[in-house]
C-alpha cells in the first residue's frame, strides 16, 4: 500500500540522533467537525462542501421525533411554530457525537425557522461541553437574513467559547460559495490524519504514513488449500487485506495466494496488504520469529505485525520489531488484545506508536469505551470475530434487529454488521471459505446504515466476549 510521504513526515521526527517515528508520546490531535440538521435538505450539501473542503467529519443532527410535512407547515400553528414559539423547548437528538473531546473547532449548518434557529440546535449546543473550543454557525433560509439568529445561541454554551463570523446562504449555494466563506473565517483544510477512514479510496491512513485497506479477509482456521484460494479470491474480487499469524499455522498458505494472485491478476505488490503476528511464546526470540515470519510469507516485506496478545516480554518483542521497521522488513507496527489499562502501561515503553490494535468486535461485543481511546490516538482499530466468530456466527446472522435493517436496505446480515463496523471507523477482516461470502463481505458501498439503524444495533451490546485470542 502507498505512503502518504507528507504525513509521514510530519511524524518523523529526528531527537538527538535518535529517530523515532510517530513517537508513543505524541500528544491529542484536533479535528473539525461540520454538524448540521436539515429538514428538507437544504442545509445538507452545503454541510458536506464544508466537511469536504476542511476534510473534516459530517455529523447530521437527527430528530428523535422526525419533522413530519404537517410539521413543518409553517404559520399554521403547527409543531414548528409551536417549538419556534417558545426558546425552552428542546427538540431530543437521536445519537450523539461520540467523541466531541476530539474536535476543537465545530461548524453548526441549519435552516432559518421564524427568524432563529431551530430548536433542536439549541438541544445540540446543551448536549456537550464546548468550552474553550471555537464554533461557527452558517444557515439557509428561504429569504431572511442572519439576524438575531446566531447571538442567540452564544448564550447556550460557555463564555469560554471562541465564535467566528456565522453567515446565511441562499438554497443552492455552491461549493465555492462554502470555500471562499470559510477561508475568509481562517478555516483551513486539515491534513489528512491518522486513523481517518477514506470510503472513496476505501483506505485508512496509518500512523505509519502507509495506507490501509479499511476490509479484507481474515484467516483463522483456514488449512492450506482452502487459505490460498480464499485469498485468491479475496484478490480477484478487488479485496487488498489480508490478515493471518504464526498461530494460524497458515502464513506459508497466505504467502502462496498472494504470489499466485499477482502473478495470476497482475496485481502490484504494493497494493497489497498482509498483516501476521508473532504469539507470546515467541516473544523470548523475537527475532527468530519475524524471520520466520519473512520466510514462511515470503512476499518481500511484511505490511503489519502485530504481537498476537499480551505476554512475557512483550515490549522487548515490539522493540525488536521496531528494528525490523528500522531495516524496511516490517512496514507499521500493531498490537492485538490490547484494552485501555494494558495500552496505558505498555505506549510510555515504545518508541513507535502502534499503528493498529486489533481487537474482538461485534454487535454483541461492542468495545463502546475502549475504540474511541484508541482511536483518539490516532491508532487504527480493527475487529476480529466481527460475525461472532467461526461457531458463534448463527445468532448474529439470524438477530431480528440486524435482519431488520438487512432487509430495508436488500443486503445480508453479514453485510449490515460489517457496514456498521466502517461506520465508527473499525477495519474489518472477516474469515471466510466461501469465495461467494467473499465476494459479499466486500460489497459494504452501494448502502449507508442511518444514524436510527446505527443506534439499535449498538442497543444490542451485552458485552458478551466470545473468545480471548
Ligand atoms: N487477534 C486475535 O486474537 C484474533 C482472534 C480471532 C480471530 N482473529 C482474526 O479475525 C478474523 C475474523 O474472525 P473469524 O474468522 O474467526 O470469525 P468471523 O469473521 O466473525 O466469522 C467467520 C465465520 O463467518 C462465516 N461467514 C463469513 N462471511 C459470511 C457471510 N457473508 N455470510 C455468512 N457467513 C459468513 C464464515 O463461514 P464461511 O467460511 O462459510 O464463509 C465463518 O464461519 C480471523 O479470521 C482472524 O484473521 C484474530
Ligand atoms: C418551520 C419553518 C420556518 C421557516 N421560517 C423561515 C423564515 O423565517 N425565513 C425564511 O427565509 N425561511 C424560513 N423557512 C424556510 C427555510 O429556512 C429554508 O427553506 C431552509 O433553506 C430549509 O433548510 P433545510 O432544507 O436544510 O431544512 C422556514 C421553514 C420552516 C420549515
Keep these: 500500500m ?4 507528507s504525513v509521514f513526515l510530519a511524524l518523523l521526527m529526528i531527537c538527538a540522533g535518535k529517530t523515532v517515528f510517530a513517537s508513543a508520546e505524541r500528544p491529542l490531535q484536533k479535528h473539525i467537525l461540520v454538524a448540521y440538521f436539515s429538514a428538507t435538505g437544504t442545509t445538507r450539501p452545503l454541510a458536506e462542501y464544508a466537511a469536504e473542503h476542511l476534510h473534516a467529519d459530517l455529523y447530521e443532527i437527527v430528530p428523535e421525533e422526525p419533522y413530519t410535512q404537517e410539521d413543518l407547515a409553517y404559520y399554521t400553528g403547527g409543531r414548528c411554530d409551536r417549538e419556534q414559539d417558545d426558546p425552552s423547548v428542546r427538540p431530543a437528538i437521536s445519537g450523539r457525537v461520540e467523541n466531541m473531546e476530539q474536535y476543537d473547532t465545530v461548524i453548526i449548518g441549519h435552516p432559518i425557522w421564524h427568524g432563529q434557529a431551530p430548536r433542536i440546535i439549541s438541544t445540540f449546543l446543551e448536549s456537550y461541553d464546548f468550552s474553550e473550543k471555537t464554533l461557527v454557525t452558517f444557515c439557509t433560509s428561504h429569504s431572511s437574513g442572519l439576524g438575531s439568529s446566531a447571538k442567540n445561541l ?15 446562504f441562499p438554497g443552492g449555494a ?16 486539515e491534513e489528512p490524519r491518522a486513523g481517518q477512514f477514506s470510503f472513496d479510496t476505501k483506505t485508512v491512513l496509518l500512523n505509519s504514513g502507509y495506507e490501509m485497506p479499511i476490509l479484507g479477509l481474515g484467516t483463522y482456521a483456514l488449512d492450506h488449500d482452502t487459505c490460498v484460494n480464499s485469498v485468491m479470491a479475496l484478490l480477484e474480487n478487488g479485496g487488498r487485506l489480508i490478515d493471518t499469524a504464526y498461530m494460524y499455522g497458515n502464513e506459508e498458505a497466505v504467502g502462496e495466494g498472494v504470489r499466485q494472485a499477482m502473478a495470476e491478476y497482475s496485481i502490484p505488490r504494493g497494493e497489497i496488504f498482509v498483516i501476521t ?39 522487548n518483542a515490539y522493540l525488536a520489531m521496531e528494528k525490523y521497521v528500522a531495516e524496511g522488513k516490517i512496514r507499521s507496527l500493531g498490537l492485538s488484545n490490547w484494552y485501555i489499562e494494558e495500552l496505558t502501561g505498555f505506549l510510555p515503553q515504545v518508541n513507535i506508536m502502534p499503528a493498529l490494535v486489533q481487537n474482538e468486535i461485534h454487535p454483541y461485543y461492542q468495545e463502546q469505551d475502549v475504540v474511541p481511546f484508541i482511536q483518539e490516538k490516532g491508532i487504527a482499530v480493527q475487529c476480529w470475530y466481527p460475525l461472532g466468530g467461526r461457531g458463534y456466527t448463527k445468532e448474529l446472522l439470524t438477530d ?21 463496523d466502517l461506520q465508527r471507523g473499525i477495519v474489518v477482516i472477516p474469515g471466510s471459505s466461501n469465495p461467494d461470502h467473499i465476494r459479499e463481505n466486500l460489497d459494504l458501498f452501494g448502502f ?8 439499535q444495533i449498538t442497543a444490542l451490546d451485552r458485552g458478551e466476549k466470545h473468545d480471548w485470542y
Design 2 to 5: 502507498k505512503k502518504r510521504l
Design 154 to 168: 452564544q448564550p447556550l454554551v460557555p463564555e469560554t467559547v471562541t465564535w467566528l463570523e456565522s453567515r446565511r
Design 174 to 189: 455552491s461549493r465555492e460559495d462554502i470555500a471562499s466563506w470559510l477561508d475568509s473565517i481562517g478555516l483551513k483544510a
Design 277 to 315: 503476528k508473532i504469539y507470546p511464546s515467541q516473544f523470548g526470540d523475537p527475532e527468530a520469529a519475524i524471520d520466520m515470519a519473512l520466510e514462511k510469507l515470503d512476499i518481500g516485506y511484511i505490511d503489519m505485525m502485530l504481537l498476537h496478545h499480551p505476554g512475557s516480554n512483550d515490549v
Design 400 to 420: 431480528d434487529t440486524i435482519l431488520g435493517i438487512a432487509a430495508a436496505h436488500g443486503v445480508s446480515a453479514a453485510q449490515v454488521i460489517l457496514r456498521w
Design 448 to 455: 449507508e446504515l442511518t444514524p436510527a439503524e446505527m443506534e
